[in-house]
């Protein structure tokens, strides 16, 4: 009797604790479900950011500024006056780098910019990019690839091998722009878009003129912009002007342009003026010419010059007439 009580209860047990799976289970299961999707949406309700952590060997330290200068592999002779010059007085949080292509180069010319290299520790060789103007908006783009997988930093500021920069006023200068979404240089917009010669476009139909773009003797990126390139590169179509090309990759975003005519960055100089941050197309002898005005006036200039004339670029108006307004009185 006691045996077929023990065995009856036993059976209600089991039954009653079946019966509370069948509920149990599934609330259980529902209650995961809800969580999983009410933090899906979480992430997904969180804003999209270009900017990444990078921890790993070159990547701990940040730079606030990395200069990135485009050279060519035969040009050890300025670059040695570029070292000697404005990149002479040593900037704790500042990093230099001249970016050169290494594809199809001569033995002997290789063999130059690889112990160049050993001697200073300031080259970027890019094996993937051979070394013509065809190959400026590669060599931009791999340049920038490059620096974003291996160095951490604030800003980049990109230039040429042919201008002269004055570091310690220009870094001053940077700490008061937008420390994020920053394109900073000398803007043009409305320019013809190039038909024949070497700079012929034949790829371009976005427009009937250039979109807006800050020249290419030297401008500023946030590091944001610069991740935002490289991240996106494969999907880039890539122009025949370098600095064309970077104008449009960023145009579609919200980010701060600053025209800056202290920037003298056009194909051309506009002259001499103490003001400039930035002068393109100096020869060796004339950027050590400026290094030493600098080192014994604490001024660019022997005497100021105008060659041509500057402006504001005037973003209320279509790009057509951005740039119309010369003014004698700015540098």
């Not at 479900?33 to 070159?58: H, N, R």
């Not at 970027?124 to 291996?150: C, P």
């Not at 920053?182 to 003129?209: A, H, I, M, P, R």
């Not at 600098?294 to 209320?316: D, F, H, I, M, P």
Request: glycine share 4%.
């Amino acid at each position: 009797m006691a045996r077929a009580w023990r065995q009856s209860k036993n059976r209600i047990v089991k039954n009653v604790f079946c019966f509370g799976c069948l509920f149990i289970v599934p609330l259980l299961v529902l209650a995961v479900v809800v969580y999983s999707k009410s933090k899906s949406a979480e992430a997904l309700s969180l804003p999209v950011e270009f900017s990444s952590t990078k921890t790993d060997g070159l990547l701990q330290k940040l730079f606030y500024l990395i200069v990135l200068i485009m050279s060519d592999p035969t040009k050890s002779a300025t670059r040695k006056a570029i070292r000697e010059t404005w990149l002479s007085n040593n900037h704790e949080d500042v990093k230099h780098l001249f970016v050169v292509g290494s594809k199809g180069l001569a033995q002997d010319v290789l063999q130059n910019i690889l112990e160049e290299n050993s001697s200073h520790h300031d080259m970027v060789i890019l094996d993937s990019i051979n070394e013509s103007y065809n190959s400026l908006t590669g060599k931009i783009l791999a340049g920038f690839q490059w620096l974003h997988a291996n160095h951490n930093f604030s800003f980049l500021l990109k230039c040429d091998d042919d201008s002269f920069v004055r570091m310690s006023p220009l870094i001053e200068e940077l700490h008061k722009q937008p420390q994020n979404h920053l394109y900073w240089g000398f803007f043009k917009g409305g320019s013809s878009v190039f038909q024949k010669g070497k700079w012929k476009e034949n790829d371009w139909f976005l427009c009937d003129t250039y979109l807006p773009y800050a020249l290419g003797g030297g401008y500023v990126l946030s590091s944001d912009l610069v991740e935002f390139i490289a991240i996106n590169a494969l999907l880039l179509q890539q122009y025949k002007s370098e600095d064309v090309s970077v104008g449009v990759w960023l145009s579609p975003l919200k980010i701060h342009r600053v025209h800056d005519v202290r920037f003298d960055t056009e194909f051309k100089s506009r002259g001499c003026y103490n003001e400039y941050l930035i002068t393109h197309k100096q020869s060796a002898n004339e950027m050590r010419e400026k290094h030493a005005n600098l080192t014994k006036t604490g001024k660019l200039c022997q005497s100021e010059l105008r060659v041509r004339y500057s402006y504001n670029y005037n973003w209320t108006v279509l790009p057509s007439k951005c740039c119309k307004n010369f003014d004698p009185e700015l540098p």
